[in-house]
């Protein structure tokens, strides 16, 4: 990566039990404790941290970090992403950003990190971006052409297509995974009673978000981070890497599934923790 010579490679070992993440709770408080000796009321507030759900899931999907984030004093918002269109989505989580006083940490998984490249840019107060496993599309590009700029996802062959009714008439195209798509592609490294009950709550997102073109990328103004999930079915590695490289992130590793935040909270919870530190 054409990054490394400013962020090397830091590569986190996952683990999902929950026991762990309270443990880096733990120790996550006496570091800042530690670093901040004489903490007072006079003490810069901590930054809001504003969760973003991507396809074929929703906001409990970040149950894990909204946990430890408030157990470690952050504000937290894990808004539901409207999975209708990226312009109309990012115009939406924007709508939420501008309501909040103060610095924002604005984290978005899978499409999740389209949408937040787009919904960042005009809120002065985004101070940092983390990419979990994200999308983070250059101007004009569509997440269609990302997911098959090289070879490893499994979506494009496990989609199934619903239409639904649109406003004023006429038909939208949701996207749903297969049941066996959401095992391979999604969530290999939940136990399968896990991933299928996640299969049958999915939340679709249409197609008119898959191939909508991005606007200006935030990434270009406000420092990053990014998570890579190497063992990653939907978005693979190499692709992930490439946008963390283009977009100067200071890059993470894991082997994990696409779903890295349910499966490696831990690891998702200390990228997190790294940018939210830089602005606090």
Do not use: C
């Not at 006496?30 to 929703?58: C, E, F, M, N, Y």
């Not at 990653?232 to 082997?255: C, G, L, S, W």
């Amino acid at each position: 990566m054409n990054s490394n010579s400013k962020h090397p490679r830091r590569r986190l070992t996952g683990i999902a039990a929950v026991l762990v993440v309270a443990a880096i709770v733990s120790v996550a408080s006496s570091a800042l404790a530690s670093s901040h000796p004489a903490r007072t009321a006079q003490a810069k507030p901590k930054p809001t941290i504003v969760l973003v759900h991507g396809g074929w899931a929703d906001s409990s999907g970040w149950n894990s970090e909204v946990t430890a984030l408030e157990r470690l004093g952050y504000p937290v918002i894990a808004p539901a992403n409207p999975l209708r269109g990226l312009a109309s989505d990012a115009a939406y989580i924007r709508s939420i950003l501008k309501t909040i006083a103060g610095p924002i940490v604005l984290v978005g998984h899978s499409y999740g990190g389209a949408v937040i490249t787009n919904a960042a840019v005009g809120v002065p107060n985004v101070k940092a971006l983390v990419y979990i496993a994200g999308f983070a599309p250059d101007t004009g590009e569509t997440l269609a052409q990302l997911v098959t700029m090289n070879p490893g996802s499994e979506i494009m062959q496990n989609v199934i297509e619903r239409k639904y009714p649109l406003p004023g008439g006429g038909e939208g195209t949701d996207l749903y995974l297969t049941e066996h798509g959401y095992e391979t592609a999604f969530a290999s490294d939940l136990p399968k009673s896990v991933a299928d009950e996640m299969w049958a709550e999915q939340r679709p997102f249409s197609l008119a978000a898959f191939t909508s073109k991005s606007g200006e990328p935030a990434w270009k103004t406000i420092p990053s981070w990014y998570l890579v999930s190497t063992e990653d079915h939907a978005i693979p590695p190499k692709t992930q890497e490439f946008m963390a490289a283009r977009a100067h992130a200071h890059t993470y590793y894991v082997a994990a599934s696409h779903v890295l935040m349910i499966s490696h909270p831990a690891a998702t919870l200390k990228v997190i923790l790294a940018a939210a530190r830089s602005v606090s």
